[in-house]
């Protein structure tokens, strides 16, 4: 079962982060904003596949992108928490309006070791909080 959480504050977020660290075996970061490599220039060596699609993870869309599907190291997870959170969610009378953050655009999932989704942006799994 998947419900979605809120991971507005830097505390919030690093409290999933270090959930996920202990499941995460590998994430896959998809390169929608092609001038923030930061994290794919980060861990160059800990990159296991690459690939061009228009479909990842809970998304499809009309542009293709890159996708890097990445070990989960602690040096990974040392750069996910310099970050402020993924995105901050603002819930409004028109409905759900997302604030980018200093993470950028570009989309992050984790999984664990079955290659089954742990974190997709603000979705998670009930058993991980």
Not at 6 to 21: F, T
Not at 71 to 86: E, G, H, V
Request: hydrophobic share 35%; charged share 20%; glycine share 2%.
């Amino acid at each position: 079962m998947y419900r979605f959480i809120n991971l507005n504050n830097h505390n919030d977020y690093l409290k999933i982060l270090n959930i996920l660290e202990q499941k995460t075996k590998f994430i896959e970061y998809v390169l929608i904003d092609t001038n923030n490599t930061t994290l794919v220039d980060f861990i160059p060596e800990n990159i296991y596949s690459q690939k061009k699609s228009n479909a990842w993870w809970g998304t499809s869309t009309s542009q293709s992108c890159e996708i890097y599907k990445i070990i989960a190291t602690n040096n990974l997870f040392s750069k996910l928490r310099k970050f402020k959170t993924f995105c901050i969610l603002n819930t409004t009378e028109y409905g759900d309006i997302v604030e980018i953050t200093d993470f950028g655009i570009n989309d992050i999932a984790f999984f664990d070791n079955k290659s089954e989704p742990l974190l997709s942006q603000l979705l998670t799994r009930d058993t991980l909080v």
